[in-house]
């Protein structure tokens, strides 16, 4: 059974730091690009980071979030983390994790973020 677990969600004043986990059961985690997104309020889910498979490593990010946000893996843990530094009221969303190979897809649950004073 295919899981995507997300944790670390909360509220944190602006400037403040979050961490967000992943952690991922029932397939081959080493295969899929993981992703970030985020959907906002009457907003549309949008993507946030992600980083490729582990032959090809590398990581893309979002514009709003270039320089403060910093996606990662952990293979041995089957877990993807997302580093949120210098958060600002508008990153406030409900975060999601995603995995995706080829045409398969899957989503976690979601773990909110606020970001208010």
């Known amino acids: 059974q295919v899981q995507l677990v997300e944790s670390g969600g909360g509220l944190v004043q602006p400037g403040g730091s979050l961490r967000l986990s992943c952690a991922a059961s029932g397939f081959t985690f080493t295969r899929y690009a993981m992703s970030w997104y985020r959907q906002a309020p009457g907003k549309e889910r949008e993507l946030v980071a992600t980083?490729?498979?582990?032959?090809?490593?590398?990581?893309n990010y979002a514009d709003s979030v270039k320089g403060r946000f910093t996606i990662s893996r952990d293979n041995t843990k089957n877990t993807v983390y997302l580093q949120m530094n210098s958060l600002k009221p508008e990153d406030t969303a409900v975060y999601y994790c995603n995995a995706i190979y080829g045409q398969t897809k899957y989503w976690g649950q979601g773990t909110q973020v606020t970001v208010s004073s």
């Open positions: 980083i490729f498979a582990v032959i090809f490593g590398n990581t």
